[in-house]
């Protein structure tokens, strides 16, 4: 567990010195897609409502909360829901 609360730690403070100059790039637009690959590429794609309701809603679900990615050094993309540091708090509640 203590692993954990350094590592991702860190994943906060790396966010925070980068966080102003990617918030622009990473902030989603209305009628847009954004997938994730596990290399960690990340694709943009504009849709229109008729392809989000036919095609795209049938399988999506609403998130219930923060959603924490990280990429391993083994070069494989991780993903995890918020959880419980060490601290008592939430780690998506500290940013």
Request: include cysteine; aromatic fraction near 2%; proline fraction near 3%.
């Amino acid at each position: 567990m203590r692993r954990w609360s350094i590592l991702l730690a860190a994943v906060g403070l790396a966010t925070l010195a980068t966080a102003p100059a990617v918030a622009a790039e990473m902030m989603m637009k209305k009628g847009e897609t954004v997938m994730m690959m596990p290399n960690g590429r990340i694709d943009r794609v504009m849709h229109t409502d008729k392809m989000m309701s036919e095609t795209m809603m049938k399988n999506a679900k609403p998130m219930d909360g923060c959603v924490v990615m990280m990429m391993g050094a083994d070069g494989k993309m991780y993903m995890m829901n918020d959880m419980k540091m060490s601290n008592g708090k939430m780690a998506c509640a500290t940013h």
